[in-house]
């Protein structure tokens, strides 16, 4: 075993299309994370795990670490529940979700802080939590990044840094790498628990790497998300209509 452990290359914060601003279903994603390189993504869909969980379970095939979570809508914003077998309700407080995640087993991640327009948990509701997403690919500057680091430093809290990728040619951008001491550095990313990943991520065992997505490109997916919301919301409100997320398609 070597002194520093294994060390794996995970993205934290990718959606699929379980979520309504998706693009690609779980099997694309996890084999294009193979293929750049990456030892793991975390499927995190807006308010639903079912694909994360799929994506956990058939992980190993792709030779990657299987790593469950879901982006709940929290009160006070967004939060990231990694390693989390149920999907907390929508809309509770955010104490009250952070408390629900650590009971599945997971670990609270803040993505995004501070940023209004993509629901991100302000300042003064940010309280404790297990993690602060400081490095977001996809964010128009690279000052909220910067803010969003200042203050997990000064709280200590443990820092990741993640694509928020909405269609395959974004993961990866950014991601966090993850060291385990305790895990030989020759073992098989697909072999490790996901609960020594997150015990990891709890441990503040991590450290940034990536950039940002070109300033057109996140624009654009931003745009699209905010119509795909908007349609989704609309048709759940209205009798006899089922809501699916666009990219699904036609079944």
């Given at each position: 075993m070597s002194e520093q452990g294994a060390v794996l290359r995970v993205d934290p914060h990718v959606h699929s299309d379980g979520s309504y601003d998706g693009h690609d279903p779980v099997e694309l994603v996890l084999e294009h994370a193979a293929d750049i390189g990456l030892d793991g993504v975390v499927v995190t869909d807006h308010d639903a795990i079912e694909e994360s969980l799929h994506a956990a379970e058939i992980a190993d095939e792709y030779g990657l670490v299987g790593i469950p979570g879901v982006e709940v809508s929290t009160a006070a914003g967004h939060l990231l529940a990694i390693g989390v077998?149920?999907?907390?309700?929508?809309?509770?407080?955010?104490?009250?979700?952070?408390?629900?995640?650590?009971?599945?087993?997971?670990?609270?991640v803040v993505p995004h802080p501070f940023q209004r327009s993509r629901h991100g948990v302000r300042k003064r509701n940010l309280g404790e939590c297990d993690g602060i997403e400081v490095y977001n690919s996809m964010v128009f500057t690279g000052y909220r990044n910067r803010r969003a680091r200042t203050f997990a430093a000064r709280g200590e809290y443990p820092m990741l840094g993640a694509s928020d990728a909405h269609s395959i040619r974004h993961v990866g951008r950014a991601?966090?790498?993850?060291?385990l001491p305790s895990v030989?550095?020759?073992t098989s990313p697909e072999t490790i628990d996901a609960s020594t990943v997150v015990e990891a991520i709890r441990a503040g065992d991590t450290d940034l790497r990536g950039r940002r997505t070109p300033i057109h490109r996140s624009t654009r997916?931003?745009?699209?998300?905010?119509?795909?919301?908007?349609?989704?919301?609309?048709?759940?409100?209205?009798?006899?209509?089922?809501?699916?997320?666009?990219?699904?398609?036609?079944?």
């Open positions: 077998t149920e999907c907390p309700p929508r809309g509770l407080p955010f104490e009250e979700t952070v408390e629900r995640v650590r009971d599945d087993g997971g670990v609270a991601y966090t790498e993850i060291t030989d550095s020759e997916q931003y745009a699209k998300g905010s119509l795909r919301k908007a349609t989704y919301h609309l048709t759940a409100a209205l009798p006899y209509v089922t809501p699916r997320p666009a990219s699904l398609g036609n079944s």
